[in-house]
């Protein structure tokens, strides 16, 4: 458990020259400049705005799970190159640069921790790594995750976030669609709670999967979310967009979001989502 908290994200924001490195940051929606321990100790959200920053996800594995309690699963999975891309561009030498740079083997952290003594399958999707992209490592541990809690008797709270589907592995890709809302249906069978909470961007393959099957949606204020871009739906449609299209507000207003929750509220909202649900199952 320990190595799981050791590995945390520094914060990367394009500075001005004379502002030393990792004491200040700008927030890139009100301009307002934050110092680093303050942003930190709001959760990584804007006092002036509320802009949500991104989280790590240690970080956010921290918000939804008591003390140390998460013990990781299947932490040393790693990705193979199915495909065979080559030349400087290699699925290889992508996957190697991504791990060095977040400490983690893949795009994905699952296991078991507590949320308010309450024991929880967690898994937390990291947009650093290869944009979140679901290839068979992702996949097969959020699969995993799914199947061990429904095997433990334990609801499941997932933190999405992606790209889409992680062209290097091709079809192999695509079928972790079926794969993770199998381990779903079969987790709602017992009548197990599962909680998705979208967080900015969660896209393509991933949306149109497991991160809109749940129980109860959640997601991050102005968060996109959608299956293709909207300005690819733009210029497919040629018409306009409504004002707010595909962001979690409008998703909210439209009947997809069941709630849109600041950062701040994340924790307790889900915790208090979890006793009810729990409760209503035990009754």
Request: with cysteine; hydrophobic share 40%.
């Amino acid at each position: 458990m320990s190595s799981f908290f050791s590995r945390r994200l520094g914060f990367n924001r394009t500075r001005k020259k004379d502002i030393p490195k990792g004491v200040f940051t700008k927030c890139p929606s009100c301009g307002e400049m934050l110092s680093q321990a303050d942003l930190e100790k709001n959760l990584f959200v804007c006092r002036a705005c509320q802009y949500h920053f991104p989280m790590d996800r240690v970080s956010r594995v921290e918000l939804l799970s008591d003390g140390e309690s998460f013990e990781e699963w299947d932490g040393n999975l790693s990705s193979l190159d199915p495909l065979k891309f080559t030349g400087t561009d290699s699925y290889e030498a992508k996957l190697k640069s991504n791990q060095e740079k977040t400490g983690f083997k893949d795009a994905v952290s699952i296991g078991r921790a507590k949320l308010d003594g309450r024991e929880i399958g967690l898994g937390v999707m990291d947009f650093s790594f290869l944009a979140a992209s679901m290839g068979s490592v992702v996949g097969e541990k959020i699969t995993r995750l799914i199947e061990k809690s429904t095997e433990l008797d334990l609801p499941v709270v997932l933190v999405c976030a992606s790209g889409g589907a992680r062209m290097y592995e091709g079809m192999l890709s695509l079928m972790q669609m079926a794969k993770t809302s199998g381990a779903l249906a079969r987790h709602a069978e017992k009548g197990l709670p599962y909680i998705p909470i979208l967080t900015h961007p969660t896209t393509a393959g991933v949306m149109a999967s497991f991160a809109t099957l749940g129980d109860v949606i959640l997601a991050a204020p102005q968060a996109l979310i959608g299956f293709a871009g909207p300005r690819v739906i733009k210029e497919t449609t040629l018409q306009d967009l409504p004002e707010g299209f595909q962001r979690s507000e409008f998703l909210r207003d439209k009947g997809l979001i069941d709630r849109v929750v600041p950062r701040g509220e994340l924790r307790k909202t889900v915790s208090e989502l979890l006793d009810m649900m729990m409760s209503a199952r035990e009754a």
